[in-house]
């Protein structure tokens, strides 16, 4: 029997309870078995992509519970494509910038029809209105949050500054690499302190012990959370309740997110900065 490949790009510290025990577990289940098959990550993007919209398609029948039952399963099937093309990725090597941009598109994808086929089942104005504004809180927060993600990861492994691809001539790509990139020129102060720092490793850890706590509240902003949120609004009968969601209790733990991280950023570049003069004079 072929062993599941272990997956060591993620910090543990950081994740999603759900996808510690149910999501990733099964991703990498299934790993081999594509990987033997040459199943490239694009094909699982576009396969995840099917799933989501055969979830919206579920959830246009909210008010009968078995449909919103299988709307959230869907869902679930996603989540483990949209972790598992990241891994075949990263197995074979066959990482791109297109690869990014597609994952990135049906992730929002996906999100996209599940609004509008709610939105379409509510049948008003106000509906649309609701669905249209949580859809583009909903962008910003995920944009923001993966962005600060993929900080705090290449952080801990003393990486100051992100290896940018290779530049590309398809302007959405590079609208969406400047619009993923946003946070990094904001916080390129304290990358700038780990890269100069005499002891980055040392600095790394610190940053890693003091920076999960803003993390993990931030992973409440992961599509795992939307997920769930999406069906038990359903199941209590009221889709507005998750835009709602979306809206007020998400925008306010992103913004407390980043004024958290932000403060862990200042505060371990002044104390470095500081050590640092004081060693220059002695």
Same mark, same amino acid.
């Given at each position: 029997?072929?062993?599941?490949?272990?997956?060591?790009?993620?910090?543990?510290?950081?994740?999603?309870?759900?996808?510690? &025990?149910?999501?990733?577990?099964?991703?990498?289940?299934?790993?081999? &078995?594509?990987?033997?098959?040459?199943?490239?990550?694009?094909?699982?993007?576009?396969?995840?992509?099917?799933?989501?919209?055969?979830?919206?398609?579920?959830?246009?029948?909210?008010?009968?519970?078995?449909?919103?039952?299988? +709307?959230?399963?869907?869902?679930? +099937?996603?989540?483990?494509?949209? #972790?598992?093309? #990241?891994?075949?990725?990263?197995?074979?090597?066959?990482?791109?910038?297109?690869?990014?941009?597609?994952? #990135?598109?049906?992730?929002?994808?996906?999100?996209?029809?599940?609004?509008?086929?709610?939105?379409?089942?509510?049948?008003?104005?106000?509906?649309?209105?609701?669905?249209?504004?949580?859809?583009?809180?909903?962008? !910003?927060? $995920?944009?923001?949050?993966? $962005?600060?993600?993929?900080?705090?990861?290449?952080?801990?492994?003393?990486?100051?500054?992100?290896?940018?691809?290779?530049?590309?001539?398809?302007?959405?790509?590079?609208?969406?690499?400047? +619009?993923? +990139?946003?946070?990094?020129?904001?916080?390129?102060?304290?990358?700038?302190?780990?890269?100069?720092?005499?002891?980055?490793?040392?600095?790394?850890?610190?940053?890693?012990?003091?920076?999960?706590?803003?993390?993990?509240?931030? $992973?409440?902003?992961?599509?795992?959370?939307?997920?769930?949120?999406? /069906?038990?609004?359903?199941? /209590?009968?009221?889709?507005?309740? /998750?835009? &709602?969601?979306?809206?007020?209790?998400?925008?306010?733990?992103?913004? /407390?997110?980043?004024?958290?991280?932000?403060? !862990?950023?200042?505060?371990?570049?002044?104390?470095?900065?500081?050590?640092?003069?004081?060693?220059?004079?002695?």
């Amino acid at each position: 029997m072929t062993l599941a490949i272990i997956d060591l790009s993620r910090d543990r510290r950081i994740e999603d309870p759900t996808n510690l &025990w149910i999501i990733h577990p099964a991703a990498r289940r299934l790993l081999p &078995w594509f990987l033997d098959r040459g199943i490239s990550a694009n094909a699982v993007s576009l396969a995840g992509l099917a799933l989501g919209t055969a979830a919206a398609l579920a959830y246009a029948q909210w008010k009968i519970w078995p449909f919103a039952l299988a +709307g959230l399963l869907l869902s679930v +099937g996603w989540l483990v494509a949209d #972790g598992l093309d #990241g891994m075949i990725a990263r197995a074979t090597g066959t990482a791109s910038p297109l690869g990014r941009v597609l994952d #990135g598109l049906c992730d929002h994808g996906v999100f996209t029809l599940i609004y509008v086929s709610l939105a379409l089942s509510i049948g008003t104005l106000e509906g649309w209105a609701w669905a249209v504004a949580a859809g583009v809180a909903h962008m !910003v927060q $995920s944009n923001l949050y993966e $962005s600060e993600r993929a900080r705090f990861h290449r952080r801990c492994k003393a990486m100051a500054l992100i290896a940018l691809p290779a530049p590309s001539r398809n302007p959405l790509v590079r609208l969406y690499d400047y +619009g993923w +990139g946003m946070l990094d020129r904001v916080a390129a102060r304290f990358d700038d302190v780990l890269q100069h720092h005499p002891a980055p490793t040392d600095l790394a850890a610190r940053y890693g012990a003091l920076a999960a706590r803003p993390m993990r509240l931030m $992973s409440l902003l992961s599509a795992n959370v939307r997920v769930y949120a999406i /069906f038990f609004a359903c199941l /209590f009968g009221n889709p507005r309740l /998750f835009w &709602w969601f979306e809206l007020v209790p998400l925008n306010i733990i992103l913004i /407390f997110g980043l004024f958290q991280h932000r403060m !862990v950023e200042n505060n371990l570049g002044t104390v470095s900065m500081n050590h640092s003069l004081t060693n220059q004079r002695k």
